[in-house]
């Protein structure tokens, strides 16, 4: 039994995300491999080969793996699936590209965002917003997963000393293309990966008091900034700081909510979060219910003097 991870990865080095994912992968049983497709990414494989816990790392190198199509992607795995019990992808959006066409492919069942690894045929995930967990089996002989990174403790990227072996590269499918991509820039923690966030709701009013208000607590944590749909859906901010169901799904050690109510979605990308902080002046409001510490307070008022105490 030999699980298969598909590293997410820029061609230089590996995405944290992947990390995660090779620890559930371990949870499988049996040895972990992982696949690196990609242009030019010997480094990026030489990366994988680092991770404790990797016994082998299979190296795709072509053209049309540049930018992770999911066609060419998803084609290449398939190449290689016979030799596999489990292929996990994380849960980010380009696990969630490939993954469905790799068990549409392999004509088996995807399990998605598993939470956690049962046994071998048995996983655990969120249903209705994280409200309900559902422990599914899957009799499938190849068992495709995306793994809710937030779930697992990220494996060690150095310790390993794993081989790197080269595999023949499918050919380009020719279905897709890479045109151009915009891509924002920031000095802050991306967001998924960020161990202190603090978050802005609709309570703030507009996008300059957004800015005003949680830049400044940011800045005095090194913290990422989120914000909830209301938040996003109003324009306060952009929608790459969603955090919820329909955005980014977050477990930092400290989570700060400022001015957000608690809507079920936005819980379901934040309550694994291991600290989190409510403050709203709203004693009904359902953050509380998962906050470790709550402030009924006028977030204008409590805000700034939180960043004078810091």
Do not use: W
């Not at 980010?92 to 590209?97: E, S, Y």
């Not at 392999?106 to 995930?125: C, G, P, Y």
């Not at 050919?171 to 897709?176: E, F, I, M, V």
Request: hydrophobic content about 50%; glycine content about 10%.
């Amino acid at each position: 039994m030999t699980s298969l991870v598909i590293a997410e990865h820029d061609n230089a080095s590996i995405k944290g995300a992947t990390l995660n994912t090779v620890t559930a992968a371990a949870a499988c049983g049996g040895d972990v491999h992982v696949l690196v497709a990609g242009h030019n990414a010997a480094a990026a494989a030489q990366a994988a080969a680092q991770i404790a816990g990797v016994a082998k790392v299979i190296l795709a190198d072509a053209e049309g793996f540049a930018h992770g199509l999911a066609e060419n992607v998803a084609a290449q795995v398939v190449a290689i699936a016979s030799g596999y019990s489990h292929i996990l992808f994380p849960a980010t959006a380009g696990g969630k590209n490939v993954a469905p066409r790799v068990a549409a492919l392999l004509d088996v069942a995807q399990l998605s965002d598993v939470t956690k690894v049962v046994s071998a045929d048995t996983f655990e995930r969120p249903i209705y917003a994280g409200n309900a967990i559902a422990t599914v089996q899957s009799t499938d002989a190849t068992k495709v997963l995306t793994v809710r990174t937030t779930g697992f403790d990220a494996a060690a990227s150095s310790g390993g000393s794993a081989a790197v072996e080269s595999a023949s590269a499918v050919a380009d499918s020719g279905k897709s293309s890479f045109v151009g991509s915009e891509i924002a820039k920031s000095d802050r923690p991306e967001l998924t990966a960020a161990k202190i966030i603090v978050s802005g709701g609709r309570a703030l009013g507009s996008a300059e008091k957004f800015t005003e208000v949680m830049t400044p607590l940011a800045d005095k944590l090194g913290a990422a900034i989120g914000a909830s749909r209301a938040a996003v859906d109003a324009g306060y901010a952009p929608n790459d700081l969603q955090v919820g169901q329909t955005g980014k799904i977050v477990a930092p050690q400290l989570y700060i909510a400022a001015g957000i109510s608690g809507a079920i979605q936005h819980l379901a990308g934040m309550k694994d979060s291991k600290v989190i902080v409510a403050i709203n002046k709203d004693p009904e409001a359902p953050i509380f219910s998962v906050a470790d510490y709550g402030l009924e307070a006028d977030l204008f008022e409590a805000v700034p003097e939180l960043i004078k105490a810091l």
